[in-house]
């Protein structure tokens, strides 16, 4: 377990993979941490030198007061960069995780090689869907992250593979249960205020979009916008919801690996 100190306090990263190999950074959805992508390791690592992280609010990572931002974020990821001695990286980033990623497109290409957006939107939920949520999450506090846990699990998998993998999606949803009230409804705010649906075009490095056929939080509409206004932008749709490196294993593995190793 390793720590980057922030000027607010630490960043908890997981480096893995060979020592000389590229660099490629996993970020986490709301409401779960670096151990989302633990299905991806062995194939990843094979090529990469893969650098996971619980974003700010999440996992081990510093809590500080909300509400954040996504440039907060994104410049959290900037900051590990720094620290590590990283100049250039490949990125994925899944939901929250895919708006961090985007943003890190249009304000810090150079930092980035290629990028990958999972499960995501240029513009993700309205105020009517956050709002309650952040409220509620604040008023009841470890309660609340129990019932979004439970509700959750109709969100991020459809329900025969729910049915199937209880044990693993039992892992992924108990994250949610664990993350920090405040940190959640800090990063719930994040979330509700981006809106890239009109800088997506400042994007300039090659990108892959991927999402899920059965996804309710991002609808492959989302995705296809994403594609649309990126010139050149690669898309890829599996059988999932929301969490679709998770439901889709090894073929979404593959597919991010054909992109990121492609000529």
């Not at 720590?3 to 990263?13: M, S």
């Not at 390791?41 to 996971?52: E, G, Q």
């Not at 109709?154 to 405040?182: C, G, V, Y």
């Not at 705010?189 to 809106?195: I, L, M």
């Amino acid at each position: 377990m390793a720590f980057v100190q922030l000027a607010e306090g630490e960043l908890r990263y997981q480096l893995d993979g060979p020592l000389d190999a590229p660099v490629l950074v996993l970020s986490n959805s709301l409401g779960t941490d670096l151990h989302m992508w633990d299905i991806q390791m062995p194939a990843f690592t094979a090529h990469f030198r893969v650098l996971r992280f619980d974003t700010r609010g999440h996992g081990q990572s510093l809590v500080t007061e909300g509400p954040y931002s996504i440039e907060q974020l994104g410049r959290d990821v900037i900051a590990l960069l720094d620290a590590l001695d990283i100049q250039r990286a490949h990125f994925c980033g899944l939901s929250m995780g895919g708006l961090i990623g985007q943003w890190l497109g249009i304000h810090a290409g150079d930092r980035v090689q290629r990028l990958v957006v999972c499960n995501t939107a240029a513009k993700i939920g309205t105020l009517e869907v956050w709002n309650p949520r952040i409220e509620t999450v604040l008023r009841d506090g470890p309660a609340a992250m129990v019932a979004l846990r439970d509700a959750s699990i109709a969100r991020w998998f459809t329900a025969d593979f729910a049915a199937a993998n209880p044990h693993q999606t039992k892992q992924i949803t108990d994250m949610l249960a664990a993350t920090s009230p405040e940190g959640y409804a800090a990063n719930c705010a994040a979330v509700r205020d981006a809106d890239f649906r009109q800088q997506l075009a400042l994007i300039k490095v090659p990108t892959l979009v991927i999402a899920g056929t059965e996804d309710a939080v991002t609808p492959p509409a989302g995705g296809r916008f994403i594609q649309n206004h990126v010139q050149g932008a690669e898309y890829a749709e599996f059988y999932a919801a929301h969490l679709s490196n998770v439901q889709a294993g090894a073929e979404f593995s593959d597919r991010v690996l054909a992109f990121l190793l492609a000529d």
